[in-house]
């Protein structure tokens, strides 16, 4: 697949081997943050922006949560990466040797028992290939790095230590953003993803989502969020198994309907085979 496709961080970053799994082809285009991300998709500087949503380990990216409802962008794709955490010193270093590990405040979490075993300090970095370029820069065989083998390659460090994340099944879903919506069954398992609003009222909640639960329709992700900073307005953000034109699905989404308002539907997509 051809065209520009935007992530946050520099080369090397678990976001660039995303985009290499998830749309191999497409030129890559490295942004300092998630706004930009956003910016670039929507302005059309970039065909596509691949966002990182949340970490099987550390949890959801609270950042992203809140920047994607209003973005005004369209969730096409997913896609589950598995994130193996190296330890990455300059060529002549070895593991004795280092005494602080740069990453990003999300990674540090996922191998916080391998750092705490080999008395190794962990320093927060604004991302984790910005953390190795750095540490190739420097030359200080005490710097470590914590990021990806395609980090290694790209600022010339040695893996010191492989696949130190305390969790092996340690994986990131990411969420390939366009500025089109496509809503078409492209695979047989599909997700959709919607936001609403409910009304501050008792047992609002309960009675919106009622109809998922009667009609079979799996939810997998429910988020809330203010209003315009208001405490008496609250948007949630879904996840659900289907397509809106599945019989069920087109049900539970009518019995929502009745009891909300706002409804979104941010994207219809194949459901990652990684999803399990």
């Known amino acids: 697949m051809t065209g520009r496709i935007a992530f946050q961080g520099e080369l090397g970053a678990y976001s660039h081997q995303a985009c290499q799994q998830a749309r191999p082809g497409m030129e890559v285009v490295p942004c300092t943050t998630f706004e930009d991300v956003v910016e670039a998709t929507r302005s059309g500087a970039v065909d596509l922006g691949m966002l990182a949503v949340e970490n099987s380990t550390y949890g959801r990216v609270a950042d992203v ?14 896609a589950f990466v598995r994130v193996h955490v190296n330890l990455l010193g300059v060529q002549d270093a070895t593991l004795a040797d280092v005494r602080e590990a740069h990453g990003h405040v999300v990674i540090l979490p996922q191998c ?18 910005r953390a190795a370029r750095e540490v190739a820069e420097a030359g ?17 460090l040695k893996v010191l230590a492989p696949q130190i994340e305390d969790q092996k099944n340690n994986t990131t ?3 390939v953003m366009s ?36 009609n079979g329709v799996n939810m997998t992700k429910l988020e809330s969020y203010m209003v315009g900073g208001s405490f008496i307005a609250t948007e949630f ?17 009518e019995e929502l309907r009745y009891f909300t308002h706002n409804i979104t539907i941010m994207g219809v997509y194949p459901s990652d085979r990684a999803r399990g």
């Open 237 to 253: 953000y879904a996840d659900i198994e289907g397509h809106p034109d599945d019989a069920n699905v087109a049900l539970a989404l």
């Open 179 to 214: 500025r089109e919506a496509d809503h078409s069954r492209r695979a047989a398992q599909m997700i959709t993803t919607f936001t609403f609003q409910v009304r501050n009222i008792p047992a609002a909640l309960y009675k919106a989502l009622g109809g998922f639960a009667t």
């Open 65 to 78: 949560h809140s920047l994607l409802p209003k973005s005004g962008l369209h969730i096409v794709d997913e």
């Open 140 to 156: 200080d065989k005490t710097r470590a790095a914590l990021a990806s083998e395609l980090a290694a390659e790209i600022y010339g």
């Open 112 to 129: 916080a028992q391998f750092l705490r075993s080999h008395g190794i300090l962990g320093r927060v970095s604004s991302d984790n290939a």
């Open 173 to 175: 879903r990411f969420l």
